[in-house]
């Protein structure tokens, strides 16, 4: 299922810098991430992220989960993941530096931001992304289509401004959803993998349990509510407009700046 792609980035704990490239033809790139969600709502991990030719599939709804996205879901480890591509690019850990927490999570409010240095072409074209949402059993947000966010297109570069929606959580399939404190992070869960296992495949997740340890504990964590709004990611060029304009002019390839304003939204 984890096909061959380029260049994979893994966004933990702490603030870096990534640079996968130090040509004259790189392009800067920020991303972004913010909780969204209410007083009281979900968390979620430090966010997996990968830019790559849109060959790298991370899941498919209806199939069982890797065991790599299995390690994402559960315990929030993006580790994995990253290892099966040392090989093709550079991992570099970034978070949003709150809380005492080993990593510390995105709490209703936090919001990072990392610039990537990459050379644009058909290799880099696309981003993909994954993170656990707390707390759960093994509840996660992450794009299944992994050309569904192109970020380079024909010579122009496309920003993504994308909302994480409850609608648009997953559950992995691989635990139960007990929702017992000592299988669930946050509640109580203190050893990785100790849930019972489901053997299930990943599904649009229905929301917690009604009067469950979940939202007893966060009862703003209401993710089968319409609306309800997770996360937001955003990628965009550096500088940003307007500054790409008046650089860009500068050198006399003012058409070039009508590209970088593009904008996809989704």
Known sequence: MLAPHRLILAMMAGT?????????NALQVRVTVENLAP??????TPVWVGIHDGSF????PGEGASAELERLAEDGNPGPLSSSFTGFGQGIVFGPGLGAGTPPVFAPGAKSSIVIDFDPGEDTAYLSFASMILPSNDAFFANADPRRFRIFDDGEFLSVRRVIFGSDIWDAGTEVNT???????LLGQSVPDTG???????????GFLPGGNILNAFPGATIDQP??????????????PPSW???L????????ARGFRKLRKS
């Open 245 to 247: 304009a008046l650089m």
């Open 227 to 240: 609306n309800y709004r997770a996360a937001l990611i955003t990628v965009s060029p550096v500088p940003e």
């Open 249 to 256: 002019a500068a050198f006399g390839v003012g058409g070039l």
């Open 16 to 24: 870096s810098l990534f640079a996968a490239s130090g040509t004259a």
């Open 57 to 60: 599939d991370l899941f498919n």
């Open 179 to 185: 929702e017992l404190a000592a299988d669930t992070p």
């Open 39 to 44: 007083s009281n709502g979900t968390l979620f």
């Open 196 to 206: 019972l296992t489901e053997g299930g495949v990943v599904t649009a997740h229905a």
